[in-house]
């Protein structure tokens, strides 16, 4: 009965509190509702579609910017590349603009021939010493292909001087010449005084080759592939 008693209490305490602000205007009160609703509606899509159109707008700049920048430094890189070119390759002897699509270059004291670098010591060395310091000049000593290499490096040494070259005796069934690229010696290139032998290298002398005792202590010549720009 107590539980009864509260619960009609709370009842008509209630019923008319609840329900008092929204009887007396129904159709009015709901009417403004929908209508401030339908404004709240509209502003808020549009607030939306203005947000979305400036974020789309900024995200457009900013591309349009780096595009830009990147297509401006892309052009700075280019003109710095023909300047560069232009001041390191171009000679008068060079056909026109070759040296823009041929930039070969070597480092200092190095003579550049055929896509290739040379360096000609001034000291005497053993042939493993004298490979050492082509390794430690990141080349090695000249592996020679064709009559023109044989003739430039001719070019460059002096005359009364012997040059190690990167060719050695390898022996496998028998004793053969071998480049230090693991090409075999063309026969036609080169026609080697002395024999091929166990610790046999091969030197230059002006323009031409013979077979030495790897330890022996001469000149040598370095040679590496050229920088292309
Ligand atoms: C050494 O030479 C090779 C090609 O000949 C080149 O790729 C490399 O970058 C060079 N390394 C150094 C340290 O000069
Ligand atoms: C070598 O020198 C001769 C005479 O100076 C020259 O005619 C020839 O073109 C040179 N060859 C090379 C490959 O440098
Ligand atoms: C070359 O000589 C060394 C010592 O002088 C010897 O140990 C080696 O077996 C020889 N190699 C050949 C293939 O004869």
């Not at 008068?92 to 480092?107: G, M």
């Not at 080697?192 to 323009?207: E, F, Q, R």
Request: glycine share 6%; hydrophobic share 35%.
């Amino acid at each position: 009965m107590v539980g009864g008693i509260t619960y009609a209490d709370l009842n008509i305490q209630e019923t008319p509190s609840s329900l008092s602000p929204s009887v007396p205007h129904p159709s009015e009160n709901s009417s403004v509702c929908t209508c401030t609703q339908r404004y709240r509606t509209a502003l808020g899509v549009s607030c939306f579609v203005i947000l979305l159109l400036s974020a789309a707008v900024t995200i457009l700049i900013i591309w349009g910017f780096q595009g830009y920048k990147t297509s401006g430094t892309d052009c700075f890189l280019a003109s710095e590349m023909l300047h560069l070119k232009t001041s390191l390759c171009y000679s008068p002897n060079s056909y026109a603009a070759d040296y823009v699509k041929d930039c070969k270059l070597c480092p200092q004291n190095w003579k550049l021939y055929k896509g290739k670098c040379y360096w000609v010591s001034q000291e005497r060395k053993s042939w493993t010493q004298s490979q050492d310091d082509c390794r430690a000049k990141n080349s090695t000593l000249p592996v020679i292909q064709d009559v023109d290499q044989k003739t430039f490096i001719k070019n460059i040494t002096q005359k009364s001087t012997s040059y190690w070259l990167g060719l050695v005796a390898e022996y496998s069934e028998r004793w053969i010449w071998k480049w230090t690229d693991g090409s075999p010696l063309k026969e036609k290139l080169f026609a080697v005084s002395g024999p091929a032998g166990n610790n046999s290298c091969i030197m230059t002398k002006d323009g031409e080759v013979s077979s030495e005792d790897c330890s022996s202590l001469y000149a040598w010549v370095c040679m590496k592939k050229a920088f292309t720009l």
